[in-house]
């Protein structure tokens, strides 16, 4: 005959279960936030939990900008980070995440791009032998770089702290990439300089000559020279577009020209082909003139010349005229004679 099991061993049984499930369900998220990769930002200065290859986080992340490192344990397999105050790193720009580096590879040091600093690191590897860096970019100028000492766990030198630095390389060499330094720079606030943009000089230019022959399509455009236009800011635009209206003058007659409506059409269409259009780029005016029909033998288009902090720009417009010979068109858009230009009767 089986004997029945004893109640209150039964309860002690479902108690242990219940205890150890509750034991297990407290000890998960603890595992969890040890292998995730914290994002630190504070108003302080402040260290990151050590990372290396095993348990322990294999990544963290600064904010505020790298400002040092501090390693532990055999061959520095964990690696602390000083976090800069505040968020500098623009996370929403072109982050990179580089290329391990290490002791046993050809690359043994790794540099951020130009205006990028270090933001994050990763190790992999036996002893964090493989350490990769996240590259942000950041709104300071950077000055004064200059690589770090390096930092071990021997003889006592483990630690870099260089609060008033940004980091932006990373290099290692001994076994395990066991000995690290940094490419540490200063840094302060952009100075944004508003750009000098002289005035306007409005002219015509002939497009094409030769009667019937002429088949040249007019374009408007904008011609920067030598400038970059990707150091354009919208201010820059801006500027450029009101100097096309604002102070001019025009070839042959100075700064006291007459101003018609028609002419003042012809700055404002400038103006916009300035804030739209890209350098080369080019987009056909489907302008067309009656070669046939009309004493037409060359089209002459209205272009603006200024300069951006002594770079020339041009602009090409689709105001055109129109010349019955060789002659240069000695008047002003919207006047009579240009009204008329391109309406004059064969024969």
């Known amino acids: ?207 094409c000559a030769g009667g019937q022959n002429c088949a040249n399509k007019i374009t408007k455009s904008v011609s920067i020279g030598s400038l970059k236009e990707e150091s354009w800011t919208t201010s820059t635009r801006a500027a450029l577009a009101a100097s096309l209206t604002a102070s001019y003058s025009f070839a042959g007659f100075g700064a006291e020209a007459t101003v018609s409506a028609e002419f003042e059409a012809a700055k404002s269409e400038a103006s916009s082909i300035a804030r739209s259009l890209n350098h080369t780029q080019t987009e056909e005016c489907g302008a067309n003139t009656d070669f046939l029909g009309f004493d037409i033998h060359a089209v002459w288009q209205l272009v603006s010349t200024t300069q951006i902090d002594g770079v020339p720009v041009t602009v090409k417009t689709c105001t055109i005229t129109c010349m019955p010979d060789g002659r240069k068109p000695d008047y002003l858009p919207g006047s009579a004679e240009h009204i008329a230009a391109c309406k004059r009767r064969s024969g």
């Open 1 to 207: 005959m089986k004997k029945s099991p004893d109640v209150n061993t039964s309860k002690s049984v479902h108690w242990a279960l219940a205890s150890w499930a509750i034991g297990l369900l407290l000890i998960v998220p603890v595992l969890t936030v040890l292998v995730s990769s914290p994002v630190v930002a504070s108003d302080e200065y402040q260290w990151t939990p050590y990372i290396s290859d095993g348990a322990q986080p294999h990544e963290e992340s600064c904010l505020g900008g790298v400002r040092g490192l501090k390693c532990k344990g055999d061959y520095c397999w964990g690696n602390s980070l000083l976090c800069g105050p505040g968020v500098i790193a623009d996370q929403a720009g072109d982050v990179q995440w580089s290329a391990p580096i290490s002791n046993n590879t050809p690359n043994t040091f790794y540099m951020c791009k130009p205006g990028r600093v270090i933001t994050a690191m990763k190790c992999e590897g036996t002893y964090c032998s493989h350490v990769s860096v996240k590259c942000s970019p950041v709104k300071y100028e950077l000055s004064n770089c200059d690589w770090t000492n390096y930092v071990s766990e021997e003889a006592g030198n483990n630690t870099i702290d260089l609060p008033t630095k940004l980091m932006t390389g990373i290099g290692c060499n001994g076994a395990y990439c066991d000995n690290k330094n940094f490419y540490a720079c200063d840094f302060a606030e952009k100075t944004t300089v508003a750009a000098k943009v002289e005035g306007s000089e409005y002219r015509w230019e002939v497009v």
